[in-house]
């Protein structure tokens, strides 16, 4: 079993105005550890996938990343508001990959991995072109390099996407519903990258979807997750060998039934 918790939600919450998406949240994710998060739309994962990314901040609790606060700093004794260069810092450790790829259009693909290295990491030029041509390999691009985002496939795009927060090296990536843009033939391209990164073991996974089979083949623990709160987690054959899982039947007939998200 892993032994280190590399993330770490504690008593999250979060509203929009009068709306509480988040009620509590109590999330730990070990070192390596691949977690899928499956709950119907609108439901929160995204918002709990963007605040460990500091795209939004916790109304209240603290978010832990490789044992330091990622919202916060303690200064004498007390905990404030994390200045910018302490969440850059720490954001480091994060990759995340979203539905809609995101990529630079005016570079080529070459250019949107060595980007970030260059100007994030202060990589040099060569330097960051070997390790951008590294990731093209993983992902099966190397024939794309001088290519731009426009004359690729959906598919290709996401794999771009995905080598392009490898490169940086996280220690745990969020995939954001990587293939539901995705014309149903391309989904199973983006699926394969994702799954031969996880079986690499090192890194570890937040990984919110609707593939429900794929969820469970690859992850270590799934969490179901509904109106902002968790339901029921555990290790997927525990989820679905068990003969009191009524309640988790019904909660699945909702996905099945379109109302994913
Ligand atoms: N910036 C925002 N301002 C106001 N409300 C928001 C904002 N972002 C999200 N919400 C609301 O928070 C709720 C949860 O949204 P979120 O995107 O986290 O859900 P989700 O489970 O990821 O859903 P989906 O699968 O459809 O993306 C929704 O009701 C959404 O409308």
Same mark, same amino acid.
Do not use: E, G, R
């Given at each position: 079993m892993k032994e280190n918790i590399l993330v770490k939600y504690n008593d999250i919450h979060k509203s929009y105005g009068d709306l509480e998406v988040l009620k509590g949240i109590n999330l730990g994710i070990h070192e390596g550890e691949k977690v899928a998060l499956i709950g119907p739309s609108g439901s929160g994962k995204t918002t709990l996938a963007r605040l460990l990314m500091t795209l939004e901040e916790p109304t209240e609790g603290t978010i832990e990343v490789d044992g330091k606060l990622l919202w916060h700093e303690e200064v004498n004794g007390k905990l404030q508001r994390a200045s910018e260069k302490h969440l850059h810092e720490v954001r480091g450790n994060i990759g995340m990959v979203f *539905?809609?790829?995101?990529?630079?259009?005016?570079?080529?693909v070459l250019e949107n991995i060595m980007e970030a290295p260059m100007s994030v990491l202060g990589l040099k030029k060569s330097e960051a072109k070997k390790d951008a041509e590294e990731m093209l390999e993983k992902v099966g691009?190397?024939?794309?390099?001088?290519?731009?985002?426009? *004359?690729?496939?959906g598919g290709q795009k996401q794999r771009v996407a995905i080598a392009r927060a490898l490169v940086m090296r996280p220690k745990i990536m969020i995939f954001d519903e990587p293939t539901s843009a995705l014309d149903p033939e391309l989904v199973g391209e983006v699926l394969d990258v994702i799954k031969e990164i996880a079986l690499e073991g090192k890194m570890g996974m937040l990984l919110i979807t609707h593939e429900m089979d794929f969820a469970m083949d690859i992850a270590d623990r799934v969490v179901f997750f509904d109106e902002g709160i968790i339901l029921e987690q555990g290790p997927p054959k525990e989820l679905f060998n068990n003969p009191e899982t009524d309640r988790l039947q019904s909660f699945l007939s909702r996905f099945t039934n379109g109302g994913i998200g």
């Open positions: *539905q809609h790829f995101h990529l630079f259009p005016h570079m080529t691009l190397i024939d794309k390099v001088d290519t731009y985002p426009a *004359q690729l496939s």
